[in-house]
């Protein structure tokens, strides 16, 4: 049985082009926020964008070379990495298997976001003025 999925009108194609602009690094959860540029005919130049909350594992493929895949239990000591994002923006995102999405960044890294095989809550996404919370495949009881 499937855990929680993005539905296929979720504003995924709303990430492209924001801006890594802040990591936050807890215990049990990393925090990506992001920024968009306007349009340059308006007085701000930078207005809010998405944020992501990860709970479960991710797996950093930088530019080819090599990945990384991060346990939450590992969040503390590893997820420092991510700080490579800063400032990168984002090209495309993908949608995979098991309700997991890869994210493309424009420095040829990209981030995987997986989900937790039990069926737990795995990440949370807030674009464009939505929210969802996705979870991996349960198993039957």
Same mark, same amino acid.
């Given at each position: 049985?499937?855990?929680?999925?993005?539905?296929?009108?979720?504003?995924?194609?709303?990430?492209?082009?924001? %801006?890594?602009?802040?990591?936050?690094?807890? !215990? /049990?959860?990393?925090? #990506? $926020?992001?920024?968009?540029?306007?349009?340059?005919?308006?007085?701000?130049?930078?207005?809010?964008?998405?944020?992501?909350?990860?709970?479960?594992?991710?797996?950093?493929?930088?530019?080819?070379?090599?990945?990384?895949?991060?346990?939450?239990?590992?969040?503390?000591?590893?997820?420092?990495?991510?700080?490579?994002?800063?400032? %990168?923006?984002?090209?495309?995102?993908?949608? !995979? /298997?098991?309700?997991? #999405? $890869?994210?493309?960044?424009?420095?040829?890294?990209?981030?995987?976001?997986?989900?937790?095989?039990?069926?737990?809550?795995?990440?949370?996404?807030?674009?464009?003025?939505?929210?969802?919370?996705?979870?991996?495949?349960?198993?039957?009881?």
């Amino acid at each position: 049985m499937l855990g929680f999925a993005i539905p296929p009108e979720f504003p995924l194609a709303d990430l492209s082009g924001q %801006e890594v602009t802040q990591v936050c690094i807890g !215990l /049990s959860q990393v925090q #990506i $926020q992001f920024y968009r540029q306007r349009q340059s005919d308006t007085p701000a130049r930078w207005e809010a964008g998405a944020r992501i909350d990860v709970e479960a594992a991710f797996t950093l493929h930088m530019g080819g070379s090599h990945s990384i895949r991060v346990e939450p239990i590992e969040f503390k000591l590893s997820a420092g990495m991510l700080a490579g994002l800063l400032g %990168e923006a984002i090209v495309q995102v993908t949608r !995979l /298997s098991g309700n997991e #999405i $890869q994210i493309q960044f424009s420095n040829s890294h990209s981030l995987q976001l997986h989900t937790d095989p039990q069926g737990f809550e795995s990440f949370h996404l807030h674009v464009g003025g939505e929210s969802i919370t996705v979870s991996g495949a349960r198993s039957a009881a």
